[in-house]
Each structure stands twice: as C-alpha cells, then as structure tokens.
C-alpha cells in the first residue's frame, strides 16, 4: 500500500504522519486489505479550520473518497477516515465477493472515450445583462481532456462505485443490453437511471 500524505499552505509534521499512516493502516486492514494508494491532503479552510481530503484506490478503478473540515487537522483527518470506514464497511461483502469480477474486466468490455473539462463562462455579469435569446457565439472552451475508459457493469455496480468515489454521476454500458446507461445523483439524495427509451424498446422485443 502506497501512502501519500500533502500539506496544501501548511506544514504536516511527523506525528501527525504517524496517526495518519497507523489510522489508515487499521482501516485497510479491517475492510479490505487490499489498497493500492491512499492519498491524504490537508488545506487550511477559512478562518482556523483544516480541511482533509482521503481518496484510497481498493482496485481497477475503484475509488473511495471522503473530506471533512474541522477546528482541528486530527478531527479533521479521523472524521475523514471514519466516513472511509463507513463507506468501506457498507459494501465490504460485495467488494469482496465482486473482487476479481471488479477488477479484471477484460479490454473487450471496456469502450474507449475522451474527457474533456469544459471552462466556466467568465463574464457571467454581462451575460445578465443580455436577453436571453441572444446566440452565445462558439462552443465552450476545452482547457483539459484525457482518456478514460466505459466500463461494463451493472446498475447496482455502478450505484457502488459512484457512492465509494463520491461522484455525482457514471456513464456505463449496461451488460443486459450492450448499451450506454447512466446514474446520477439527484438534488433529493436519490439516484436517477438514465436508459435511452430505444434500449428499453428492444429489450422488450
């Protein structure tokens, strides 16, 4: 297990280090024994708080991610590491019984595709001042992509990997059908599932 921990505007001293490496430590071992890294950041937040961000890698794209901002960083950290804890512990027997399913899904079954990472539009105060029908000229500014990969999983699959990473949404092809679905997280805490209306007309067929 590769431990990394980051100090963002501050300086992370040995002891805390040391409580960190140890809490991490009884958690991988207690839930799943199986991390491949754990990165730990530490940023000062507003006026005497720290914020702690934890995102541990338990298998081929598998994420768990947690924060927490407390008055103090080892609050901070062990209110972080307890909600990893929780995570870890809520879908353990599945990780555990999906394990090698999880994370040796064949090439076959994964669909290449780009992310891109779109620029927020910048003079929001003049577009206020614009009617609405006014055409907003070219397409928003690409300033990031990278590769990323569909993967082949079912529904309950993917509601998993998006509650342990914390993502608001997954794009995944649906094994019952061969076709692109996709999760999301609602405003009301609950999860939508997004099935173009031509999969279900099939699948019926």
């Known amino acids: 297990m590769e431990l990394a921990i980051h100090g963002k505007q501050m300086d992370v001293g040995d002891a805390l280090r040391t409580h960190v490496a140890t809490k991490l430590e ?10 491949i890294d754990i990165t730990v950041t530490f940023a000062p937040e507003g006026h005497g708080f720290v914020k702690t961000h934890i995102s541990l890698r ?10 927490a ?40 079954e994964m669909t290449k595709a780009r992310d891109y990472i779109l620029a927020v539009q910048e003079m929001q105060g003049q577009a206020e001042e614009e009617p609405e029908d006014v055409p907003q000229g070219e397409d928003p500014v690409i300033v990031a992509e990278q590769p990323m990969q569909i993967q082949k999983m079912s529904v309950s699959d ?16 649906n ?13 009301d805490g609950n999860i939508g ?13």
């Open 26 to 35: 009884e958690i991988n071992a207690k839930y799943f024994n199986r991390a």
């Open 58 to 67: 338990v298998g081929k794209d598998i994420m768990v991610t947690a924060h």
């Open 69 to 108: 901002t407390e008055s103090d960083a080892y609050i901070s950290f062990d209110t972080t590491a307890e909600k990893i804890a929780k995570q870890l512990r809520r879908y353990k027997r599945r990780l555990r019984d999906h394990h090698a399913r999880l994370e040796q899904t064949p090439e076959t």
């Open 158 to 173: 993917a509601v998993m990997r998006m509650d342990l990473s914390g993502q608001t949404a997954i794009l995944f092809r």
């Open 175 to 187: 094994p019952k059908n061969n076709h692109l679905n996709m999760i999301y997280r609602r405003a």
């Open 193 to 205: 599932w997004v099935e173009p209306e031509e999969n279900v007309a099939s699948a019926a067929e």
